[in-house]
């Protein structure tokens, strides 16, 4: 399967020869990088179609789409380091999926997962409020939240939190 998106980058390759301003060229090459998981390519790639094209919303979605596909392969090693007791390189990771897509709510709770297991209560929770202001619909992160707030005595405050990841998912049964 490989070999054929290597041949369709040559081919890509070849038509932006040939008309170095083709945005439907640029796409496809760019989308055959991502699925290489060649994620730094298709935004060189994207970088340059969208000088030729800076109005191109397409091009714009296209590059969201491959930095949060780079985020979520990082999240994916973090987890597997997680679960591998790896918790250093689960950091790494993790905080590379917040570097790449700054607005990735998911990211940021995890990050705030980690340190909450690490008992690092304040840096969970600030990265538990990122998550949060980013996404308030992510109901694991006011239950966590909630979960800080109760280990610091502030047992109003983790109802409150809780209450708010109720408000958001009801058939949560640790809520």
Partial sequence: MNRSYDE??????????????????????????????????????????RNFHPQDESLAT?????MLAQAIEELNRGVDSY??????????RI???????????FAHYLLGFLYYQD????????????SISLNDQLW???KLL???AFERGQYARAIE?????????????SL
Avoid at 95 to 105: G, L, N, Q, S, Y
Avoid at 161 to 173: I, T
């Fill in 8 to 49: 369709a980058i040559r081919a890509y390759r070849q038509a932006l020869a040939l008309d170095p301003v083709s945005v439907s060229a640029y796409r496809g090459l760019a989308q055959a990088h991502v699925f290489l998981k060649q994620y730094e390519d298709a935004l060189t790639v994207l970088d340059r179609a």
């Fill in 62 to 66: 296209l590059v969201d789409e491959t």
């Fill in 83 to 92: 679960f591998k007791a790896d918790t250093q390189t689960a950091y790494q």
């Fill in 95 to 105: 905080r590379e999926a917040v570097r790449i897509k700054p607005d990735f709510a």
């Fill in 119 to 130: 008992r690092d209560l304040a840096s969970a929770e600030k990265a538990i409020m990122r």
């Fill in 140 to 142: 694991l992160a006011k």
């Fill in 146 to 148: 909630g979960d800080i």
């Fill in 161 to 173: 939190c809780y209450k708010a990841g109720l408000a958001v998912n009801r058939k949560d049964p």
